[in-house]
């Protein structure tokens, strides 16, 4: 029931497999059913909070156009052996432009090839860090402004703030960054 890897978990994979590979995920395991069946089920199933197949082919046609031609296993395949990786965001709440110009010390490694793309290093680090993934959700602020996320992460509900708003907080639709300052101009006279 363990994986290495932030796109595959065991159980959300499971929960959303076919009932074929629900009886290999039973019998061999996450990963080994994970392999067998990549690219054989004509439906991609989710296998991480932290990647969504089908939000990544409606956000990039050209992608979903690739893998029906048969260039692709999937989108997931695409979107870890692509060759440009930072022109792609795993979901709608990670965006590689945001946080490569939030972080250029982040922009700087990626360009030296110390990680693949900015959502690498989000996931390795700075999801800890609480370092902001998209204009639409500053961790830093969604655990400060919400009680409900510190409790959570405290008892083991999430493991991290990223974690429990994919998991919890966008479905309970918890404010997820500060709300746009409101800048009131005098009329011209």
């Given at each position: 029931?363990?994986?290495?890897?932030?796109?595959?978990?065991?159980?959300?994979?499971?929960?959303?497999?076919?009932?074929?590979?629900?009886?290999?995920?039973?019998?061999?395991?996450?990963?080994?059913?994970?392999?067998?069946?990549?690219?054989?089920?004509?439906?991609?199933?989710?296998?991480?909070?932290?990647?969504?197949?089908d939000?990544?082919?409606?956000?990039?046609?050209e992608?979903?156009?690739?893998?029906?031609?048969?260039?692709?296993?999937?989108?997931?395949?695409?979107?870890?052996?692509?060759?440009?990786?930072?022109a792609?965001?795993?979901?709608?709440?990670?965006?590689?432009?945001?946080?490569l110009?939030?972080?250029?010390?982040?922009?700087?490694?990626?360009?030296?090839?110390?990680?693949r793309?900015?959502?690498?290093?989000f996931?390795?680090?700075?999801?800890?860090?609480?370092?902001?993934?998209?204009?639409?959700?500053?961790?830093?602020?969604?655990?400060?402004?919400?009680?409900?996320?510190?409790?959570?992460?405290?008892?083991?509900?999430?493991?991290?703030a990223?974690?429990?708003?994919?998991?919890?907080?966008h479905?309970?639709?918890?404010?997820?960054?500060?709300?746009?300052?409101?800048?009131?101009?005098?009329?011209?006279?």
């Amino acid at each position: 029931g363990r994986s290495r890897s932030p796109f595959l978990d065991p159980g959300i994979y499971r929960a959303n497999a076919s009932a074929e590979a629900v009886a290999m995920i039973d019998a061999e395991g996450a990963f080994l059913a994970f392999l067998r069946q990549f690219g054989a089920d004509p439906v991609e199933r989710r296998t991480t909070r932290y990647f969504d197949p089908d939000w990544y082919r409606a956000a990039y046609p050209e992608v979903a156009e690739s893998i029906a031609a048969g260039r692709w296993h999937g989108a997931l395949h695409h979107y870890l052996a692509n060759t440009t990786p930072t022109a792609f965001d795993p979901l709608p709440v990670f965006s590689e432009r945001d946080y490569l110009a939030r972080y250029p010390d982040i922009a700087e490694a990626v360009e030296a090839g110390k990680w693949r793309n900015g959502y690498t290093h989000f996931l390795t680090n700075g999801s800890a860090e609480l370092r902001t993934p998209s204009a639409s959700l500053d961790l830093r602020w969604y655990v400060e402004n919400n009680a409900s996320v510190r409790d959570d992460i405290a008892a083991g509900r999430a493991p991290d703030a990223f974690a429990h708003y994919l998991a919890i907080g966008h479905g309970d639709g918890l404010p997820s960054a500060p709300p746009p300052e409101v800048v009131i101009t005098e009329p011209p006279i």
